[in-house]
């Protein structure tokens, strides 16, 4: 670190890192400790491409890890850290608690009430924040057409499939119809309502709703047109309670586009 012009002393008082221009001390030398100094300065000295572009300071607002699945999920309501944690089993309480902070600093996040303890605070978009999502739909349209079969890792939320089905509407397909859906994948379940070219989606089941789907992953294959609702049906993979011929529908108004998926060498 010399050729840069730090310093950097380790003790048992804690960590001095110095420069010409400045010197930073702190008491304790436990990594967790460490982790936290060096998350704080981060979200401080936060970089930017330095770049006078839109698409640049978009990125720099929304484009590190985690920016945008926080965005779906405040997208689909308000959320407690809690909440968000919930969906994101893989982020780090300081990891979300700088992107939050990061996000609030650009305007794109702002919390309910202030004065609330941590725990306890809503996140919501702010009026800004929620202009992102014809942008946010089409990016998860486009990354959709590269989902393959699911890998041991991957999980489903409910405001993953929420954001899905939101993503593949074709209110242009919808007209004046009207209908409702409740859509089982696995042990998530969502239900959907068009109405004369409106959707509303959200998570749970629908008591009433006119049809029952119960798909599992092979709903990509039904939205994309890679396997036939009649095919999807006669072998099992798809099970419809309530009127069977809303099942046809329900593909023709939730499509993926018929892009090319992305050739891998």
């Excluded at 310093?7 to 001095?16: E, S």
């Excluded at 100094?37 to 985690?66: F, K, S």
């Excluded at 941590?118 to 057409?145: C, F, I, K, N, P």
């Excluded at 919808?174 to 409106?198: P, Q, R």
């Amino acid at each position: 670190m010399a050729d840069n012009g730090w310093k950097v002393v380790m003790n048992q008082d804690g960590v001095t890192i110095s420069s010409d221009l400045f010197q930073l001390t702190t008491n304790s030398t436990e990594p967790t400790q460490l982790e936290t100094v060096v998350t704080e300065l981060q979200n401080i000295t936060h970089p930017t491409y330095g770049q006078y572009c839109g698409l640049a300071r978009a990125a720099e607002m929304i484009g590190e890890r985690w920016g945008l699945l926080i965005l779906r999920d405040l997208l689909v309501s308000p959320k407690t850290v809690a909440d968000l944690r919930a969906g994101f089993p893989r982020i780090s309480a300081n990891l979300l608690a700088t992107r939050l902070r990061e996000m609030e600093f650009s305007g794109v996040v702002r919390r309910q009430d202030p004065m609330r303890d941590h725990d306890q605070v809503v996140y919501e978009l702010t009026e800004y924040g929620r202009s992102v999502e014809d942008v946010l739909l089409a990016l998860s349209r486009w990354g959709a057409m590269a989902l393959a079969t699911p890998r041991p890792e991957d999980i489903l939320t409910d405001d993953s499939v929420v954001m899905a089905l939101r993503s593949t509407f074709r209110p242009e397909a919808a007209g004046d119809y009207k209908a409702s859906f409740e859509v089982h994948v696995g042990e998530i379940v969502v239900h959907a309502v068009v109405d004369h070219g409106e959707l509303t989606v959200n998570a749970g089941s629908l008591p009433g709703a006119d049809v029952v789907i119960e798909s599992g992953t092979v709903l990509k294959g039904l939205l994309s047109g890679a396997v036939s609702s009649a095919d999807a049906v006669a072998t099992g993979q798809v099970t419809v309670t309530g009127d069977s011929t809303l099942l046809e529908t329900f593909v023709e108004l939730f499509q993926l586009p018929s892009a090319p998926a992305p050739v891998r060498p």
